[in-house]
């Protein structure tokens, strides 16, 4: 691009809240955990976890103290993410003995993600919340260039024997 450079966003984080919602489901005779991403929300608060709604069979679970983190080596991946058919925010949670299931990272970052979901975490989306996408798309226009299209060389035909 020539003589048009975006200004770098003004944050590469953000504090964030996470909260999780559990509703106990039955089948066949059993009752087991079925989790939901309920929310993911700017939040200044300290770490922590909140219990926020509890209803008969269903509880929410506010986490606080999680940071929404942009770094400059998976511009790409978020680029890929902002271009695709929804983009999303994902939340990686890990098996926590006292609530069941905790978020331990928010990311925009598909691959991470990936290598998480091989690894058995759980993990939910969100579609990208409206105020982030300006900010994540000027730090991608700041940090990202796509590789140029190569072209590719035709091989010569060979004569046939006709």
């Known amino acids: 691009m020539t003589g048009m450079a975006m200004d770098p966003p003004?944050?590469?984080?953000w504090p964030v809240s996470v909260t999780l919602r559990r509703a106990m489901r039955e089948r066949r005779g059993w009752t087991f955990p079925a989790w939901s991403l309920a929310a993911v929300e700017l939040d200044t608060a300290e770490r922590g976890v909140?219990?926020?709604?509890?209803?008969?069979?269903?509880?929410?679970?506010r986490w606080s103290g999680l940071r929404l983190s942009l770094h400059r080596s998976?511009?790409?991946?978020?680029?890929?993410?902002?271009?695709?058919?929804?983009?999303s925010l994902l939340v990686i949670c890990q098996e926590d003995p006292q609530y069941g299931l905790m978020p331990w990272l928010v990311t925009?970052?598909?691959d991470e993600s990936?290598?998480?979901q091989e690894s058995e975490a759980e993990i939910f989306s969100t579609p990208l919340p409206a105020w982030l996408i300006d900010e994540v798309e000027r730090f991608v226009m700041s940090h990202y260039r796509p590789e140029p299209r190569r072209r590719k060389r035709r091989k010569p035909r060979e004569a046939s024997d006709e």
């Open 74 to 87: 998976n511009a790409e991946t978020y680029w890929y993410n902002l271009t695709s058919r929804q983009p």
């Open 10 to 13: 003004e944050r590469t984080h």
């Open 108 to 110: 925009l970052d598909q």
């Open 50 to 61: 909140v219990e926020t709604r509890v209803e008969e069979g269903v509880r929410d679970f």
């Open 114 to 116: 990936a290598r998480q």
